[in-house]
C-alpha cells in the first residue's frame, strides 16, 4: 500500500514538474502515455526498497531530496535555459557569497513539491497498520508492473535504433538536449543519468576540426589601421529594453543613454548567446568570436586554451580589465590572462569604485590601451545597491523585484556616467578612444536581446537592418580596429546587412575548436 502511495505521488510530482518546463507532457496522445510509463517506471525503481521493508523513514529523506532536485531545475531552467547537469559542479565555486542571486527565479509555485512530501509524512505517521501481501507477491507484482511500463520506450527504441539502456554512452552529453532527455525519460532518470556518466567520466572525444572547416571564418587582413583606444565596459544583466526607458519622466540609463545618442554612436539590440556560462561566456564570445560549450563553462574546462583573442592583435599598449568581483568567480584571472590581458584587477567592490579605477587607469594608460571594466552592482537579487540610487520606481506596472533591477542599474549608469565625463573632458582622450558599452546577458527572459553601445570617433554609426547577435561583436570590432588577426569570428560585422542566423553547425564547430585547442597549432 505504502509502496503504491509512494510512487504515484512521485509520478504526479515528474509529471507536474515536466509541465512547469512546458513540456508536451499534457496532450493526449500515444507518446505521452509512454513517457508517462517512463516516468511510472523511474519511480518504481526509486522506492522498490519498500518492497522488502517496512521501514518508511528513510523515505522522508529521499522525498525531500527529491523536490530540492525538482525546484533546483526549475531555478536553473528560468536562469540559464537549462536544466542541472554534473558540469555546475565545476562551478558551484561562483556562487559563493552570491547564493542570493538564486531568489528572483524561484517562484510560489515551487512549493507544491514539498507539499507532497509534507502529505506523505503525515499520512505515514498516521495511517493504520495494514497486513501486507507476502514478500513473493510484493516482488512479483513490483517487478510485473515495471515490466509493463518499459514496454513502450523498449518497442520504440528497437523501432528507433535507440540504446535500450537511458544511461548508455550515447546520453553522455545528451546529444539531443537535456529538455529532450527529461522530457522522454523523467527527471529520476535525468539525475541518474547525470551521476552514472559523472562516474564514468565518460565524456565523447571531441573530433579533429579540420582547416577546411574553419575556412569560412579566416580572413587576409591587410595593413593595421588607424587602431586607437578601446574602452569596453560590460554592464551585469544589462538588458535592451532599459536603455533609454523612462519611468514616470525618470531615465532608468540617462548617462549611457546621452552616449547612444552622440551623433558618432550607434546603439543596436543584439541577441545574447551565453550558456551556463553566462557572464564568463559573454566574456569568451565578444573577446574571441566563439560561441560556448554545449557542456559547462570553457572559462572553467579550458582556461590554458590558446585563444585568438583581438587582445593578441592589438598594438603594444596597456591591456587591463577590472571586476568587481572576486578573481575566483569564473575563473576570471586565467581567462583574462588567457585573453591577452597584460593585468587584471578583480576584487569585490562598488561599480562606483570600478569605475573610479577604471578612470584612473584611462588617465595614466600606454596608449594604444584596451581597457574592460565588469561590473557586478546589477546582479541578482538586486539588493546592495537598490538604495544607492536617487531613482524611485512606484508603477505598478513593474514588480518590486524589476523595480529594485532598474535602481541598481541606475546606480551604475550613474558610476558610469563619472568616467564618460571624465573621459570627454580630455579632448585627445575623446579623438582617439571607442567606446563599447553592452550587456552580458539578460536576466528576466534569456529571449530578451541586450544593448550595444558603440561610440567611435573614427568612423560614423551604422545602422544594422539585420538580427544581431553577440559574436557580430568580435567580427565588429576587429574590422573597425583593422586587427590583423586571420580568424574573423563567428558573428559578422554589423554593417553586414546580410540576414544570418548562427547556425547549429557553428555552435557544434565551437565546441570543438573549444575542446580540441584548435588555436594552439
Known amino acids: 500500500m505504502h509502496y503504491a502511495v509512494i510512487t504515484i505521488l512521485t509520478l504526479i510530482r515528474l509529471v507536474i514538474f515536466a509541465s512547469m518546463l512546458d513540456l508536451p507532457i499534457l496532450e493526449a496522445s500515444p507518446y505521452s502515455v509512454r513517457l508517462w510509463c517512463n516516468y511510472l517506471a523511474s519511480a518504481l525503481l526509486l522506492w522498490c526498497p519498500l518492497l522488502l521493508t517496512e521501514r518508511r523513514r528513510w523515505t522522508y529523506v529521499v522525498s525531500l531530496l527529491l523536490d530540492i532536485w525538482l525546484i533546483g531545475n526549475l531555478i536553473y531552467f528560468r536562469s540559464y535555459g537549462d536544466l542541472l547537469n554534473r558540469w555546475c559542479l565545476l562551478n558551484v565555486g561562483n556562487m559563493d557569497g552570491i547564493w542570493e542571486s538564486v531568489f528572483p527565479f524561484v517562484r510560489t509555485n515551487d512549493q507544491v513539491f514539498l507539499i507532497f512530501t509534507l502529505f506523505w509524512i503525515l499520512l505515514c505517521e498516521n495511517m493504520p497498520h495494514i497486513n501486507r501481501p507476502t514478500l513473493p507477491r510484493r516482488l512479483t507484482v513490483g517487478i510485473a508492473c515495471l515490466s509493463i511500463c518499459c514496454a513502450p520506450q523498449a518497442t520504440v527504441c ?125 566574456q569568451l564570445i565578444i573577446f574571441n568570436g566563439l560561441l560556448p560549450l554545449y557542456n559547462g563553462a570553457a572559462s572553467m574546462r579550458y582556461s590554458t586554451n590558446t585563444y585568438p583573442s583581438l587582445l593578441h592583435y592589438t598594438s603594444d599598449g596597456s591591456r587591463l580589465l577590472l571586476a568587481a568581483y572576486p578573481e575566483h568567480m569564473w575563473n576570471q584571472r586565467a581567462n583574462a590572462l588567457a585573453y591577452g590581458f597584460d593585468s587584471i584587477y578583480a576584487t569585490e567592490m562598488s561599480d562606483n569604485r570600478l569605475m573610479q579605477l577604471s578612470t584612473e587607469a584611462i588617465l595614466h594608460a600606454k596608449q594604444p590601451f584596451v581597457i574592460t571594466a565588469v561590473t557586478m552592482a546589477s546582479h541578482s537579487p538586486f539588493n546592495a545597491y537598490a538604495d544607492s540610487a536617487d531613482i524611485r520606481i512606484t508603477n505598478a506596472k513593474y514588480s518590486a523585484e524589476e523595480a529594485r533591477y532598474m535602481q541598481c542599474l541606475h546606480y551604475t549608469d550613474h558610476a558610469v556616467g563619472t568616467l564618460l565625463d571624465t573621459l570627454f573632458a580630455h579632448s585627445e582622450l575623446a579623438r582617439t578612444t571607442r567606446i563599447v558599452i553592452t550587456g552580458d546577458h539578460p536576466i528576466f527572459d534569456m529571449r530578451t536581446p541586450v544593448p550595444l553601445v558603440i561610440y567611435d570617433p573614427f568612423m560614423p554609426p551604422t545602422e544594422a537592418s539585420r538580427t544581431l547577435y553577440q559574436a557580430d561583436i568580435y567580427t565588429t570590432l576587429i574590422e573597425r580596429m583593422q586587427l590583423p588577426t586571420p580568424w574573423h569570428g563567428l558573428g559578422r560585422d554589423i554593417a553586414d546587412t546580410t540576414a544570418y542566423t548562427p547556425s547549429e553547425q557553428m555552435y557544434r564547430l565551437s565546441d570543438r575548436m573549444i575542446r580540441t585547442n584548435y588555436f594552439s597549432h
Open 158 to 282: 528497437m523501432k528507433s535504433e535507440l540504446p535500450l539502456s537511458p544511461f548508455a554512452a550515447y546520453y553522455a552529453d545528451v546529444s539531443m538536449g537535456r529538455m529532450w532527455y527529461v522530457h522522454t525519460y523523467g527527471a529520476i532518470t535525468h539525475l541518474a543519468n547525470e551521476i552514472v556518466q559523472l562516474l564514468r567520466h565518460n565524456e565523447p572525444e571531441a573530433e579533429e576540426v579540420m582547416p577546411s572547416e574553419v575556412e569560412a571564418y579566416m580572413q587576409d587582413t591587410g595593413q593595421v589601421g588607424e587602431q586607437g583606444n578601446l574602452l569596453l565596459i560590460i554592464v551585469e544583466s544589462l538588458e535592451d529594453r532599459v536603455v533609454g526607458l523612462r519611468i514616470d519622466g525618470q531615465e532608468v540609463t540617462p548617462h549611457i543613454n546621452r552616449l547612444a545618442e552622440h551623433r558618432m554612436s550607434g546603439r543596436y539590440a543584439v541577441q545574447a548567446q551565453v550558456k551556463e556560462g553566462k557572464s564568463s561566456d559573454a
